[in-house]
């Protein structure tokens, strides 16, 4: 009896997985710093994505990103952003965080919609990489929340699309 009970739980557990999951577009990374780097430089490049819109090369910036950005959105983000549209699961936004002199890359800060992920917060995943690489931060990053928090009415994003 146990083992039918074990059973019937494993499908029902992998049943719900599938539903809930079915609202993220496929082939996206999960929610896990290593992976998520992984996916955004090699599998499916962020310097090969469009620039947020009005964001078009490298613009100024503010603290704590950096004195000047480029602001990066794969093809979900930007369909949505065009169409003045909330940001759907699946968008990332990748910032590249550079010094005064325009051409020190000083860390690489993407956030990611992913269903369920963190229902409080707008259900974004938060990281910053060092230029190479290096996880700094990854997850429910307290910094990127308590900043971003102030633009929960815009989805918890500052740029706004021109």
Request: charged content about 20%; overall charge positive; proline content about 7%.
């Amino acid at each position: 009896m146990k083992r039918y009970c074990l059973i019937a739980a494993f499908f029902i557990a992998a049943f719900a997985f599938q539903v809930s999951a079915s609202d993220m577009p496929e082939g996206l990374p999960p929610t896990d710093g290593e992976a998520f780097w992984t996916y955004i430089t090699k599998t499916n490049p962020y310097d090969g994505w469009g620039y947020w819109p009005g964001y078009y090369g490298m613009y100024s910036g503010n603290s704590p990103h950096g004195a000047y950005l480029k602001l990066y959105a794969n093809g979900i983000a930007l369909k949505a952003a065009r169409e003045g549209k909330p940001m759907p699961y699946g968008a990332i936004l990748v910032k590249e965080n550079y010094g005064k002199d325009k051409k020190t890359l000083m860390a690489i800060t993407p956030m990611y919609k992913v269903k369920g992920y963190s229902t409080e917060t707008g259900d974004w995943f938060w990281a910053k990489y060092g230029p190479q690489g290096k996880i700094d931060a990854a997850g429910q990053v307290k910094g990127c929340i308590n900043c971003h928090s102030a633009k929960k009415a815009e989805g918890y994003i500052f740029a706004k699309p021109k």
